[in-house]
């Protein structure tokens, strides 16, 4: 073989496998690798020279096989949990693939003798086509123009008194949905794409209005934990400042802020590489300026004085976060026997600090102080009995709430908020 | 001799004319010759700011005048008495009982203000997409074609030099998207133009005829003036080597180009394509026109508005380019036998190469406004301060004129093979078979090599358009369109398993071919495999949320959704690349090792090349059909609401239905420009030589 052709080859194999590397890495540089080998095996097999079939003998061995295969296929998606529209497009892609081999293998058209012969295949030819691409276009889902332009002609968000009610919480719902939030956002079970944070697991709804705002209208003064990779950093667009109105704005925000979860400390992080804010050591570390009294926007608010700095309770009664082994209290009616303090669930844990312990100086302190900061308080108390320097693993990462969960916590007023 | 000087006579006769002719004509503008020329390009803006001023002159009065009902009775009554002083001058402003007629919906036939105004555009394009496409062919295939006279290899440095900047440009950019190359289609044009232009100079002197040495040749002069002349604060490696091997590829195109033995079908093939250009150029007028009184009814408003935004393009540059154009490719068509008969043919290629590079800019040109239209420059408050250029320059801009340039190469290669395929159907002589055969093989050979860099073109394209303004691209990838573009998947699938099922049908008329057939048909597995992964989606209805009438359980679970995740289509898409890649490979050694049965070939074969053109030509006008439903209710995207009842995305099935419709139409002309061009001619001329030939036989 000619050199040249040895040595354009080459680079192009080089090429080829560091583009594959380069994109999916090992795993595609190894799939390069094999498909080069089979090839390279199948160009050494010295092939008969085909015979040509007709249309019977051509599916009499085919179509059984396909008919095999198209079962496996269909068999095997099931198993693997595809829903059943997926399944049959694996099994239509096979057909296809019949079709492709059938032909193929077919034997060879004969001359046209006569014109009507190739008017006629000419005219199929173009049926063909055009039938594959109108049916394929007609019996797709479809969507119904009615509600884009529903949608195109309602006339612009106002918003009159109340900023926060649950007609302006709908709205900000409506806003959220229009603005395509949910293709990077879900919102607790809502939604398909991971692209940004989950709002709900990580309850925006904790964090204030202004903070929110500034996190729409600019999104790249302050990435979100975890989706600091330059690719996360461009990925949330900077021009809602333009296109949202003040109302939609306030009513997104007022949506955004209902995004809280009483049962679950706040997550944070990529999906595959997230965390609590347990183990969070910034969260801990602004928690014990919460914890000291020492956070400026908790102002009368001081852990410290009954629980002690150094986690040595200084009033009597008050629970000792050193042991973790303490069992909840035995004041309140919705107790929690037999669980000791390391094993607390995190809505046992909101729940005692937000609403207190019933004649104690525990007051309900989720009445009066933000519940970021609460939260946060909460994440370092833990630290006294379990260090964050002595920990071999972090806490795992909640299962998402489901519709349900999240209706309950409504119905048994687990938030304060009486909007929520 | 006095044939000569008569002619240099009329020649001089006509200068002078034309010289007082300007002369007349510029005189009136010399005073206002201060201003350059550049400063008009903002005529319009400056228009626009007036009106403004005029606008808030008028609000501030209102609000001067505001301040209770007194106020404004007492205002009323100043401005009645300066009204009654004033001359009334309104008769030469008030156009009469029409001012009032206003523009209402029609509809014809099923056909709405809108259907119309998209069949009028799409055969336009489509029209105007042959006539830019086919002509990059058809010089490239006359300069194979021509004997290698002094004056053809003297033009083979320019058609060398074009044929880089194209395919520098489309190499560049493949090596931008999949290495991430900074300003690859920078070092790929200039590296691979001026490597051609080395060479082909070097070349032309006989100065250096090895294609090793012409490779190396090319890759060092051409990386050493790209990295001279493209703008980069510090060398890449990577970038360092795209242009090595630009260079190299512009090197070796130009030694071979330039030393190719010349074969008469190549001069054949650019010559009757050149006959159906020249009728089709007609039917792109013809559809432009349409398309501008269609849109003159439909969306009057508008177009006025677009018109008045580009004026200096639509008062100067379009006519000149078109005219120009027009004048070029008319000379093209007529120049061809006289030409080749005076031993001309460089000239002629020259005159080829200009009508490119005059295409070219009009395509550059017209896909400013349709550019516009989509990303228009921001912040939008200044947008009628700024230039026309900076109108024309907008983000998605340059992205559409590559996509445009290799999807109209494209359009042109499966062109070449409707043309080979009805040609072949047409023809009864053996001869004429045997070379219709090989256009389509041509053909498709052309289409298939230009179409393998056209996903990464269009990936730019739609890059861009989320980086300007991420909802366009999340109408199209995730909202009303989403399930277009799984239309789009399919079609490409389709068309790239047509051209790989050609390609076998074609090697079976191809001695020895068979060592290679199972591989090929591996590469088929994988092609329905890539095809099926390319298809699936992560949810039928991508809105990510249900809206009513929608399956919510049509989606994928979440551990499946890797699946619909453009990791995975970039590995179908990768495939379906490779495998038509390495199955070119294979056809291409089987010609040239094996003997190729031309006229022999399976008469499935011009079916499926007329298959795989109607694919194309569906794609492209389905491609458009997203694009221009992308800008969702807005003519001009954030600036100009389209408040027309049809301002929606159609179904699915609609546009299904009407794109079939519209790509019916153009073929149905096609078939009819093909005949008219290249087959009328031939029978014509049969029947002229039948009575000559009778009395030869009686000899």
């Not at chain 1, 085909?50 to 295969?69: A, C, G, M, R, T």
Request: glycine content about 8%.
């Amino acid at each position: 073989m000619n050199i040249d052709v040895i040595i354009i080859g080459c680079i192009a194999v080089l090429s080829a496998l560091y583009a594959l590397f380069n994109i999916f890495g090992v795993i595609g540089a190894g799939c390069g690798i094999a498909l080069i080998i089979m090839y390279a095996i199948l160009l050494k097999v010295s092939p008969k020279k085909p015979q040509e079939k007709s249309l019977f003998q051509n599916i009499k061995f085919k179509l059984p096989v396909i008919l095999v295969l198209a079962g496996i296929i269909w068999v095997v998606a099931g198993k693997f949990n595809f829903p059943v529209w997926w399944q049959i497009e694996f099994v239509s892609f096979a057909l296809v693939g019949f079709l492709f081999f059938t032909l193929l293998d077919w034997k060879t058209l004969t001359v046209e003798k006569k014109a009507s012969t190739w008017v006629m295949r000419l005219l199929a030819t173009y049926a063909l086509a055009s039938g594959i691409f109108i049916t394929v276009t007609a019996q797709l889902p479809q969507f119904d123009p009615e509600f884009e332009l529903a949608k195109l002609n309602k006339p612009p968000l106002k918003i009159g008194g109340d900023a926060a009610g649950p007609e302006v919480i709908a709205a900000g719902r409506e806003v959220f949905e229009n603005n395509k939030c949910f293709n990077c956002h879900k919102v607790f079970w809502e939604g398909n794409s991971d692209r940004g944070p989950n709002l709900g697991t990580k309850q925006i709804g904790l964090y204030s209005s202004d903070y929110i705002k500034e996190q729409i209208l600019e999104p790249r003064k302050k990435q979100s934990p975890g989706f600091d990779d330059p690719k996360s950093v461009k990925a949330m667009p900077t021009y809602y400042g333009d296109d949202l109105s003040d109302d939609e704005l306030t009513a997104l925000v007022a949506y955004l802020k209902t995004m809280r979860d009483p049962t679950h400390m706040p997550v944070e992080g990529k999906l595959g590489s997230q965390w609590t804010w347990w183990d969070d050591p910034k969260i801990i570390e602004e928690g014990k300026v919460v914890f000291e009294g020492l956070e400026p926007n908790t102002e009368g608010l001081n852990c410290a004085v009954c629980h002690g700095k150094d986690g040595i309770p200084m009033m009597t009664g008050a629970l000792d976060f050193r042991n973790e082994n303490n069992p909840d209290t035995d004041k309140m009616p919705d107790r929690l026997d037999g669980v000791p303090l390391k094993d607390w669930p995190d809505a046992l844990w909101y729940k005692r600090v937000t609403r207190g312990v019933d004649n104690t100086p525990m007051a309900p302190w989720g009445m009066i102080f933000e519940h970021l900061y609460l939260w946060k308080a909460e994440a370092y108390a833990r630290t006294f009995h379990d260090p964050l320097d002595k920990r071999t693993a972090k806490r795992p990462v909640p299962p998402v709430p489901t519709k349900e969960e999240i209706e309950k916590w409504k119905t048994d007023g687990l938030f304060l908020d009486p909007l929520l | 001799m006095s044939q000569d000087s008569s002619k240099n006579t009329f020649v001089k006769t006509i200068l002078c004319l034309m010289l007082v002719y300007l002369l007349g004509h510029v005189s009136p503008f010399l005073p206002v010759s201060s201003n350059s020329v550049f400063s008009n390009l903002s005529l319009q803006s400056l228009a626009y700011a007036e009106e403004d001023d005029e606008d808030e002159e008028d609000e501030d009065e209102e609000e001067e005048d505001g301040g209770g009902e007194e106020g404004s009775e007492e205002g009323a009554e100043e401005g009645g008495e300066e009204g009654s002083e004033e001359e009334d001058l309104s008769y030469l402003y008030d156009i009469g009982p029409a001012k009032e007629h206003e523009f209402e919906e029609f509809s014809f036939l099923g056909l709405s203000n809108r259907k119309f105004t998209w069949a009028a555009a799409q055969l336009h394009i489509l029209f105007a997409s042959f006539i830019l496409g086919c002509p990059m062919f058809v010089v490239i295939m006359e300069v194979m074609g021509a004997r290698r006279t002094q004056g053809v290899r003297r033009a083979i440095i320019l058609s060398n030099v074009f044929l880089g900047v194209l395919i520098g440009v489309v190499i560049g950019i493949t090596g931008e998207i999949i290495v991430g190359i900074h300003h690859g289609v920078l070092y790929g044009m200039w590296a691979c133009s001026i490597g051609a232009l080395f060479v082909s100079f070097l070349n032309y002197f006989h100065r250096l005829m090895s294609l090793r040495a012409s490779a190396l040749v090319g890759a060092i002069a051409g990386s050493v003036m790209a990295m001279a002349l493209t703008p980069v604060e510090h060398y890449e490696t990577s970038g360092i080597i795209l242009a090595i091997i630009n260079g190299a590829v512009g090197g070796v195109l130009s030694n071979g180009i330039m030393f190719a033995k010349s074969d008469y079908k190549f001069e054949r093939l650019s010559h009757e394509i050149t006959k159906v250009i020249g009728i089709c150029y007609s039917f792109t007028a013809l559809s432009g026109g349409l398309f501008l009184f269609v849109m003159l009814v439909a969306y009057k408003d508008f177009i006025t508005y677009l018109i008045q935004s580009f004026p200096v393009l639509f008062m100067v540059a379009y006519p000149t380019l078109f005219i120009l154009e027009t004048i070029v490719m008319y000379v093209y068509v007529y120049s061809w036998d006289p030409l080749n008969k005076a031993n001309k043919k460089g000239r002629h290629i020259v005159t080829g190469v200009i009508l490119n590079i005059l295409g070219l800019s009009l395509l550059v040109a017209l896909d400013g406004p349709a550019t516009f239209m989509q990303t228009p420059p921001k912040p939008y408050d200044e947008l009628m301060n700024i230039g026309e250029w900076a109108k024309i320059a907008n983000a998605a801009w340059m992205p559409l004129n590559y996509h445009r340039l290799v999807g109209n190469g494209t359009f042109g290669g499966y062109m070449v093979c409707i043309i080979g395929a009805y040609m072949y159907l047409w023809s009864s002589k053996k001869e004429e078979r045997e070379y219709y055969d090989w256009v389509g093989y041509i053909g498709n050979l052309i289409g298939v090599a230009i179409m393998i860099p056209l996903p990464a073109m269009g990936y730019i394209f739609v890059r861009e358009i989320y980086q300007y303004d991420a909802t366009i691209g999340m109408y199209i990838m995730s909202d009303r369109e989403s399930m277009f573009m799984l239309v789009q998947g399919l079609l490409v699938g389709t068309m790239f398993s047509a051209s790989n099922i050609y390609m076998w049908v074609s090697m079976k008329r191809i001695e020895n071919a068979e060592r290679f057939f199972p591989a090929m048909k591996f590469g088929f597995v994988l092609i329905v495999l890539a095809a099926t992964i390319w298809f699936t989606p992560r949810r039928f209805f991508a809105t990510m949320m249900p809206e009513p009438g929608m399956n919510a359980d049509m989606v994928l679970p979440d551990n499946l959704a890797f699946l619909a995740l453009m990791v995975s289509k970039n590995t179908a898409a990768f495939c379906l690349v490779t495998v038509t890649f390495i199955n070119y490979i294979f056809y291409t050694i089987a010609t040239k090792t094996g003997k190729v049965a031309y006229g022999k070939i399976n008469p499935l074969g011009p079916y499926v090349l007329i298959f795989l053109g109607f694919a194309d030509i569906w794609l492209m006008s389905w491609m458009g059909t997203i694009r221009e439903l992308s800008r969702m209710n807005w003519h001009v995207y954030k600036i100009y609401k389209d408040v027309s009842p049809e301002k929606f995305a159609p179904t699915l099935a609609e546009s299904g239905f009407h794109v079939t419709t519209i790509v019916w139409t153009f073929f149905i002309l096609m078939t009819a420009i093909i005949w008219i061009g290249i087959k009328y001619p031939k029978t014509k001329k049969k029947d002229a030589e039948t009575p000559a030939a009778a009395p030869q036989m009686a000899e």
